[in-house]
């Protein structure tokens, strides 16, 4: 089993920055993905970014590359979402999520789909004003 606890959201006004932490705790494992999903108000669950922990590998929706960099702390077992040039339609719950790893070298497809996810963590609001 393992735990996901988010931290970081908050309020904060269009074109500013917020970092959002997911510290794991449980069973350790060597390989697996960290992912961030948000759900916007009125629509599903949303892939943002990934990070692949062995490696590094980053992922990143169209909608926020450039813009949120994901990163990770191997002893820390924490992986974060930096954002930045937020907008109001980036206004969600923000999810972390783990995967564990599979046979073969996983594709953006993968990757992108929240049912690829085992664990998740119970969210953080983010809210951007105009």
């Known amino acids: 089993q393992v735990q996901l606890v988010e931290s970081g959201g908050g309020l904060v006004q269009a074109g500013g920055s917020l970092r959002l932490s997911c510290a794991a705790s449980g069973r350790t494992f060597s390989s697996f993905t960290m992912g961030w999903f948000r759900h916007l108000p009125g629509k599903g669950r949303e892939f943002v970014a990934a990070i692949r922990w062995s490696g590094g590998s980053t992922y990143y929706a169209d909608s926020v590359k450039g813009r949120f960099t994901v990163s990770r702390d191997n002893a820390e077992n924490t992986v974060y979402l930096q954002m930045n040039s937020l907008k109001p339609g980036d206004t969600a719950v923000y999810y972390c999520?783990?995967?564990?790893?599979?046979?073969?070298?996983?594709?953006?497809?993968?990757?992108?789909?929240?049912?690829?996810?085992?664990?998740w963590g119970r969210g953080t609001q983010v809210t951007v004003s105009s």
């Open positions: 999520a783990f995967k564990l790893a599979g046979r073969n070298e996983p594709t953006f497809s993968l990757l992108s789909s929240a049912l690829a996810y085992n664990y």
